[in-house]
């Protein structure tokens, strides 16, 4: 089983939550228990059934082949977040503080976001999957991370807003996923 792989999906499908957090945090805007949980299990199916079809695509060819799809996959998907698009999520994000500025994420609300969030899974979930990770354990990681990454971005909005790693979550996420990707394709 790829321990290491599962853990570092998880978590650099949920990097950019950190930006997303923050972005609500800075505004003063609370993401309830509730809505976190909405966020995570729209991540988790999104991971799951991208990594389901990897895992089907992956049975047409070798394991050695099926590894370097993958890993080449995920190292594209990390290449693409490192590249400048504004490099940072609470200065350019068009995402409203709340529909009906309560300031707070109500669950309605929160599913839009998170499927905005969720497609982020996608992709990288379907390149893990073709590199044979697990389904479950990996939806898992993924929804751990999600809960947590928002937590925190909400908890210390404005604070890490001022750092580099708020200011540089997209180029983060992106290494990681190329680590992962080399991890895939050489081991």
């Known amino acids: 089983m790829h321990w290491i792989s599962i853990i570092f999906i998880g978590l650099a499908s949920n990097i950019d939550n950190i930006g997303i957090g923050v972005y609500f945090g800075a505004r003063s805007t609370r993401i309830p228990m509730l809505s976190n949980l909405f966020i995570a299990i729209l991540g988790m199916a999104a991971a799951y059934s991208s990594i389901t079809m990897g895992h089907l695509i992956s049975g047409y060819m070798s394991q050695q082949h099926a590894n370097l799809i993958g890993g080449i996959i995920i190292m594209a998907l990390g290449a693409m977040s490192i590249r400048p698009k504004g ?26 976001l998170g499927i905005a969030l969720s497609l982020n899974c996608l992709a990288t979930g379907f390149g893990a999957g073709v590199s044979g990770v697990s389904p479950f354990m990996t939806a898992i990681s993924v929804g751990m991370f999600s809960l947590i990454t928002v937590a925190i971005g909400v908890r210390i909005g404005h604070q890490i807003a001022k750092t580099w790693l708020g200011k540089y979550s997209n180029v983060i996420g992106g290494l990681i996923l190329i680590a992962i990707g080399l991890y895939e394709i050489f081991t």
Not at 94 to 103: F, H, I
């Open 87 to 112: 490099v940072t999520i609470v200065k350019t994000s068009p995402l409203p503080a709340s529909s009906d500025y309560n300031k707070d994420i109500s669950w309605k609300e929160s599913i839009s």
